[in-house]
């Protein structure tokens, strides 16, 4: 593909935009929740495990544990037991455990509504705070790059950059900040729905003809 002016890309990006809120209007976070602190503890959960896991996790855990103090005076085998088909459950395990701590020393129990407080939570990344930040609040500090955004920012030519955080950072520069958190949501939803990781339903698809397919193998 050519190199394309910023001013011709943001063109291109309104019309993405446009097409994908049609295609998909009731786009959302997936991870079930019912408050903020579900949310954290969903998306922690969430790290290299799908959304439907987590939500059947989910659906038992927060039966259990109602408060960031039950998370943290759960004990730990318990905790390791109710996550474990999410995978890398010792770890996500001590990090809600940990989490749960923090939230109830420094914030009453309550989940905090900054990037940098949350960023300091045990197990709470960029992209999870940006999570929580953008579906729990409805504040948009940074646009969420999981596998989905970072496969289709570059298949539709909006990012060269590799890192998540670069490719936020020119995701950013490009998209009106009041879509920061719909945007993520569009490009996850059509990542799940036609734009798959190995074979793209390019013939089918609703932003087709402004998708340079970069990289996409051509059978
Ligand atoms: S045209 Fe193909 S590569 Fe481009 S967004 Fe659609 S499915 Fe993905």
Request: net charge positive; aromatic share 6%.
């Amino acid at each position: 593909m050519p190199r394309e002016t910023i001013k011709a890309k943001s063109a291109r990006l309104k019309k993405i935009v446009r097409a994908l809120d049609r295609t998909y209007p009731e786009a959302h976070c997936e991870l079930d929740h019912a408050d903020p602190l579900q949310l954290l503890i969903a998306t922690i959960l969430s790290a290299q495990c799908t959304d439907k896991r987590v939500n059947l996790v989910t659906t038992e855990l927060f039966k259990k544990y109602r408060s960031a103090a039950d998370f943290a005076n759960a004990p730990l085998a318990e905790l390791e037991q109710a996550v474990r088909t999410t995978g890398f459950f010792r770890n996500k395990a001590r990090n809600i455990q940990a989490c749960g701590a923090a939230l109830v020393e420094k914030f009453g129990g309550e989940v905090p509504r900054t990037m940098e407080e949350l960023h300091a939570l045990a197990g709470v990344g960029r992209k999870t705070a940006n999570v929580v930040l953008g579906n729990a609040f409805g504040i948009n500090v940074g646009v969420v790059v999981d596998t989905h955004v970072a496969r289709l920012s570059q298949r539709l030519g909006l990012t060269r950059q590799k890192g998540p955080e670069k490719i936020e950072s020119e995701l950013m520069a490009l998209v009106p900040q009041k879509q920061w958190t719909l945007f993520s949501h569009w490009l996850i939803w059509h990542g799940r729905r036609r734009c798959y990781a190995r074979k793209p339903d390019c013939a089918n698809c609703e932003i087709k003809k402004l998708c340079p397919q970069i990289g996409v193998k051509k059978n």
